[in-house]
C-alpha cells in the first residue's frame, strides 16, 4: 500500500468507492502477532503467539480477560487492544449491575463493532488498529467472534488473525466439522497444531505461545506455562510414533516396485514439495 491524496482523512472516500485510512488499519491486524480461536458445544478456546521486541524485554500480553465467561485474543496494536478490553470490562460490570445477570456475548459484540464503526466516520479520529477475537459463553451456548476495525463482525467456528494466520487457516478449514463436539483438551489440542503452523518452522514451546479456555463449568482463565508445555511434549510425542509406524509401509511399496531406484526417486519428488505451500 502507498500513500496517495485520498488516505489524509479517514472520511474521504476514492473514486473507486474505498476507505484508504480503514484498510490501513486492517493492514495493522495483519502485520501483528498470530492469534487463534476455536469452538465446540460446550468449549472456546484462544491461542496467540507471544513476539518480544528484544531478548532483553518481555512481550506483551496479546489475551485479556473480560468477565468471567467472556475473554478476548487480539492481533494489531495492542495499546489500543488494551483499550478496548477495558471497554468490554465496563460494559460487563455495568450491565451485570442494572440486571443482576452476565452480560450475552452476541451484545457485547455488537457494541464493540458500534464503537469501532464511529472511528471510521469521525474526521477527528482513527480507527482502532486492532482485531480482537471475542470468546464466550452464554445461555445460547459457546460463541467465538471477530471484531474487524472496520466495524464488521463474524461468528466463527473457528479463525486465525495475524502475521502467517493463513497456514493456520488453512489447517482450521481441514479440521472444523470435527470441533463441534471435540472435548477441551482436543480443542486445546488442535489450537497448539494451528499456533506451530504459523511459526514457520520455529519450535513451539510455552513461552512463545498462550492458550486460554473458557466453557461449561469452567470460568475464563490462562492456562499457566507448566501445563501448556506438558500439551506440547504430548503432542510431540504423538507426532514421534507416528513416523516410525509410517516408514515399514513406504519401504515394502518402495520394494514391490521393478525399478527401486527410478521408484524411489518419483516418489520423493511430490513428497519434499508437500510442506511448500505451508510456508508462505
Not at 468449549?43 to 465467561?69: G, M, P
Not at 464511529?118 to 480482537?132: D, I
Not at 502475521?163 to 489450537?191: H, P, W
Not at 518402495?254 to 519434499?272: F, V
Amino acid at each position: 500500500m502507498f500513500r496517495n491524496q485520498y488516505d489524509t482523512d479517514v472520511t474521504t472516500w476514492s473514486p473507486a468507492g474505498r476507505l484508504f485510512q480503514v484498510e490501513y488499519a486492517m493492514e495493522a491486524v495483519k502485520q501483528g502477532s498470530a492469534a487463534i480461536g476455536l469452538r465446540s458445544k460446550t468449549h472456546v478456546v484462544l491461542a496467540c503467539v507471544n513476539k518480544a521486541n528484544s531478548e532483553l524485554s518481555s512481550h506483551q500480553r496479546k489475551i485479556f480477560k473480560v468477565d468471567d465467561h467472556i475473554g478476548v485474543a487480539i492481533a494489531g496494536l495492542t495499546a489500543d487492544g488494551r483499550v478496548l478490553s477495558r471497554y468490554m470490562r465496563s460494559e460487563c460490570i455495568n450491565y451485570s449491575y442494572t440486571y443482576e445477570s452476565p452480560l450475552p456475548v452476541g451484545r457485547l459484540v455488537v457494541q464493540l463493532a458500534d464503537k469501532a464503526q464511529v472511528c471510521t466516520q469521525r474526521s477527528w479520529k482513527r480507527p482502532y488498529g486492532v482485531g480482537l477475537l471475542v470468546a464466550g459463553l452464554d445461555e445460547s451456548g459457546a460463541h467465538l467472534y471477530y471484531n474487524c476495525p472496520s466495524g464488521n463482525y463474524f461468528e466463527y467456528q473457528a479463525f486465525a488473525i495475524g502475521s502467517r494466520s493463513q497456514a493456520a487457516k488453512t489447517y482450521l478449514e481441514r479440521r472444523f466439522e470435527n470441533f463441534v463436539d471435540s472435548s477441551r483438551d482436543d480443542l486445546i489440542k488442535d489450537a497448539l497444531i494451528a499456533v506451530r503452523e504459523t511459526l514457520q518452522g520455529e519450535t513451539l514451546k510455552s513461552s512463545i505461545c498462550t492458550v486460554a479456555v473458557v466453557g461449561v463449568g469452567e470460568a475464563f482463565h490462562i492456562l499457566d506455562q507448566e501445563t501448556v508445555q506438558k500439551l506440547i511434549d504430548a503432542f510431540e510425542i504423538v507426532k514421534a510414533e507416528e513416523g516410525p509406524a509410517g516408514e515399514p509401509d513406504a519401504t515394502a511399496e518402495q520394494g514391490d516396485t521393478a525399478a527401486a531406484g527410478q521408484g524411489a526417486s518419483t516418489d520423493q519428488g511430490p513428497a519434499d514439495q508437500g510442506p511448500a505451500p505451508m510456508e508462505l
